[in-house]
Every structure is written in structure tokens, then in C-alpha cells.
């Protein structure tokens, strides 16, 4: 089942250096992330505020939730159960 992300609950968690958001599945709630590394690489841009890092994930958001999904449905999540983005995953 794909994904729905749920606008704007997307904060930076300075602990893990993750942009963190939310999506649903139909009958729960699914922790996101992506890490500063894969936003960088994505938007090939020198190194960033927490608030700049949440502003290149709205920009890049698409092709994020393709990769939160694809990783949410093959079931590779953290111990945590976090599905989360990191710059091997990134190709957009």
C-alpha cells in the first residue's frame, strides 16, 4: 500500500540530523525521515540550517515520498521503525 504524507508535519530532529514527517498507510501512522546527506545531494547545495534542510525537502518532496514508499513497502525500516531516506538512496 502506498503512502499518504500528511502536510506539514515535517520538523528537523537535530539528535538524528533527519528532516522527520509523517504518512499514513490506511490504518496507522508511519515515522519518515530523510538525513541532512540526502537533501544536500539532492539539491547540490553546500551545507545547511535546520530550517533550510526542511525547505529543500518541500522542494524535493515528490521524489522523497516515491523513496519513503518504495522503502515502506519492501519493509525496510530503522529498529525504530522509521523509514527513512539517507544519500545511498538518493539518484533524482
Known sequence: MALDFMPYTESFDDRRDIVRFMGWDGGRWVKCGVKRDALLKA???????GMDLIKLYRKHKVPIHALVSAKFRS???????LVLVDSADVGF
Do not use: H, M, Y
Not at 539539491?43 to 540550517?49: E, G, L
Open 43 to 49: 539539491a547540490r547545495v553546500p551545507p545547511a540550517s
Open 75 to 81: 519493509g525496510r525500516l530503522e529498529e525504530d521503525g
